[in-house]
């Protein structure tokens, strides 16, 4: 009971369309929202099969730890062929428990989920100089998000200018490029009802100082700085980390806020990319020889004739390393939020029991945080925002015959004071009160 319409629910009403084989339409979005015309996002129809088989929001969130989990074999594997079995096990360890990927946890689906492995196996192929396999794991990563279109083209440009692979690296980086503008400019606004990519404003010239607007304020700097901590820094010693330049320079372009912080999914899919970097900068620093692409600077030190590291202060060096991936467990963990683990109490259960009288296939309006308990069975759309049957709306506001809100109606999409006079409107508009428990009432439209 503490997740949400938006954007738990939304993400089940389109894979639930998929599993009927129709379309992901989402009414929660408004009627007949068709949410490839929100984000160009296909790759939710793999979960289609899944879904019909087990119906529920529960699916995805499951899917969702899966993904998640799967993202950490790339990481754990080269961190052991770096640092030894169980120095590897530490780092993957600190992976798994990485603040990005619990944030994304914790805020019910996305489909960036499907990104995070793709992208950790990706980057795990271009630290181990295999290039075909780099591209051929980046090249989905377009069906995930348009804005994924950013990380391959990063790694397009490793391709060519790191690995030397010009012909390859070009080609990926062509085709992320006309995959996003193709996504944005066309296949979006096709699907979308207003017939334009939403998100465009957010990111429009707006005039003044570009570097102000791109630099400030400081929560992008703290995000910045708490994507490397828990790699204790090292990560810079990797020219993977200017994988991370494109993605993060288009958030913090972005006018809204919500992008620039540590909060929900947005970091999640680049922190594979920072323990990569992380295992490749120790690589860099212990066997300087095997890494061409960009040689560290103990190995440039070590090649000069004025400058010279001695067998003891190479030994204390390497005794340095080997407590990193210690370090980087206990830095991870530092950051990690705590999550409670305590089982829904009786006022949950006092609330699904009065969401029951609710029949299947019914049309209802739902609170944001009722919406995903009932997206499996009904018609499910968001509260206020409805029309009693027989009159006539806005193509946002569809027709509910059912209301589900709360005793508290909280402060989404409107100010609590707001959503409290919706709700006491209800009986105005046809709605009659038929239960009422564990914080939930329901409504059933009646007439007048």
Request: positive net charge.
């Amino acid at each position: 009971m503490e997740t949400d319409g938006f954007d738990l629910g939304i993400f089940e009403e389109a894979v639930r369309g998929y599993a009927g084989l129709g379309g992901p339409l989402v009414a929660l979005k408004g009627v007949d929202y068709n949410l490839l015309g929100d984000h160009f996002s296909p790759v939710l129809a793999l979960l289609a099969p899944v879904y019909r088989v087990f119906p529920g929001a529960i699916t995805l969130l499951l899917a969702q730890a899966a993904l998640l989990a799967v993202s950490a074999l790339p990481v754990t594997k080269l961190a052991m062929s770096t640092v030894g079995r169980w120095g590897g096990l530490a780092v993957g360890l600190a992976y798994g428990l990485s603040w990005g990927l619990w944030d994304a946890l914790a805020f019910d689906f996305h489909e960036v989920a499907f990104a995070v492995p793709l992208a950790a196996f990706a980057v795990e192929a271009l630290a181990s100089g295999k290039a075909r396999a780099a591209a051929g794991w980046a090249l989905p990563l377009l069906l995930v998000k348009e804005d994924q279109g950013l990380l391959v083209i990063g790694i397009g440009v490793y391709l060519f200018a790191a690995l030397g692979k010009r012909r390859l690296g070009m080609g990926l980086t062509v085709v992320a490029l006309l995959t996003m503008a193709l996504a944005i400019l066309v296949f979006i606004p096709l699907a979308n009802p207003e017939g334009k990519y939403t998100y465009a404003d957010t990111g429009a010239w707006t005039g003044g100082d570009p570097f102000t607007r791109l630099l400030l304020p400081g929560a992008k700097w703290q995000t910045l700085a708490a994507l490397l901590a828990p790699t204790l820094l090292l990560a810079l010693r990797s020219p993977l980390c200017l994988l991370l330049a494109l993605p993060l320079a288009a958030r913090f372009w972005s006018l809204n806020p919500t992008f620039w912080g540590m909060g929900q999914h947005y970091n999640a899919v680049l922190m594979p990319v920072i323990f990569l970097a992380l295992i490749d900068g120790l690589r860099r620093m212990t066997r300087p020889a095997e890494t061409a692409a960009v040689p560290p600077i103990s190995a440039v030190a070590t090649q000069s004739r004025s400058v010279r590291i001695r067998p003891a202060v190479r030994r204390k060096l390497d005794t340095g390393l080997g407590l990193v991936p210690t370090g980087v467990l206990v830095a991870a963990v530092a950051m990690l939020p705590v999550p409670s683990f305590a089982p829904p109490g009786g006022q949950a259960e006092a609330a699904k029991r009065t969401l029951a009288v609710i029949p299947d296939g019914a049309s209802v309006a739902a609170a944001n945080s009722l919406a995903p308990q009932l997206t499996d069975r009904c018609t499910v759309s968001l509260f206020p925002y409805l029309t009693p049957p027989g009159q006539t709306a806005p193509w946002i506001r569809p027709t509910a015959y059912w209301v589900a809100t709360l005793a508290r109606p909280g402060d989404f999409p409107f100010p609590e004071a707001q959503m409290t006079r919706f709700k006491d409107a209800l009986p105005s508009l046809g709605y009659r009160q038929v239960a009422e428990g564990g914080g939930v009432a329901v409504y059933r439209w009646v007439g007048h």
